[in-house]
């Protein structure tokens, strides 16, 4: 089992659709979590940290469930700048911080 | 949000040329950098974790002669792939976390494309 999973898709959704992505982590003792964004050759582009008590950001929010060791990330009211394709990051626990990455969720929103 | 900057954004080279690449941090220290490589489509893959005044710290399958690491000071941390070889075109990115946020801010990239 890889240590992040993400659906690659793509999701294929229409403006103004609410779409959600799910990313599961092995590491029950994972400390960090993130979304990040990545434009189509471009670098990876923090979109928000993810908390237990979960986080929302304008059309953006974020849970984490550790028991079920998944991360979530809802974007209402879609619009055609979000297409893109979202990078699920976890942290390892204790001070080395290694970063892994899942392979991306692909979003295309459509007219 | 923090500023890593990389250099070049492209390469273009022949087989058998060595290719350094740069990155800062612009506005704040970093002594852990990380670099990784992506190839089309697919997700990026961490390459080695550099650490300002000692060795880095490669992943598994990840040739360390091949792939020098220095990490001199505590902005700055250089990537060189030695002898480059067609396979080896892909895009390098380099990261370096913001100790204080536990955040990891990207450099825009380098496309190299060896010939």
């Known amino acids: 089992r890889k240590e992040v999973e993400q659906d690659p898709g793509p999701f294929n959704v229409p403006e103004g659709a609410t779409v959600a992505f799910n990313c599961t982590y092995s590491?029950?003792?994972?400390?960090?979590f993130f979304w990040y964004r990545q434009d189509c050759r471009k670098e990876p582009k923090l979109l928000m940290s993810v908390y237990s008590s979960g986080n929302e950001d304008g059309r953006f929010t974020a849970q984490l469930n550790r028991a079920s060791q998944y991360i979530s990330l809802l974007i209402r009211d879609s619009k055609l700048s979000d297409s893109a394709t979202y990078l699920c990051?976890?942290?390892?626990?204790?001070?080395?911080?290694?970063?892994?990455f899942g392979r991306g969720t692909s979003l295309i929103v459509h007219p | 949000g923090a500023v890593v900057s990389q250099h070049p954004s492209w390469v273009i080279c022949k087989s058998g040329t060595s290719v350094k690449i740069e990155c800062r941090s612009l506005d704040f220290q970093a002594t852990t950098m990380f670099w990784y490589r992506q190839f089309p489509k697919q997700s990026l893959m961490l390459m080695a974790t550099?650490?300002?005044?000692?060795?880095?710290?490669?992943e598994q399958g990840v040739e360390k002669d091949k792939f020098l690491i220095n990490h001199a000071s505590l902005t700055l941390s250089t990537l060189t792939v030695t002898s480059a070889h067609p396979e080896d075109s892909s895009f390098y990115i380099c990261?370096?976390?913001?100790?204080?946020?536990?955040?990891?801010?990207f450099g825009a990239g380098t496309r190299l494309s060896v010939l």
């Open positions: 990051v976890v942290t390892k626990s204790g001070g080395s911080y290694i970063p892994t």
């Open positions: 590491n029950s003792a994972s400390q960090s």
């Open positions: 550099s650490n300002e005044g000692s060795k880095a710290t490669y």
């Open positions: 990261s370096a976390r913001v100790l204080a946020e536990n955040i990891q801010y």
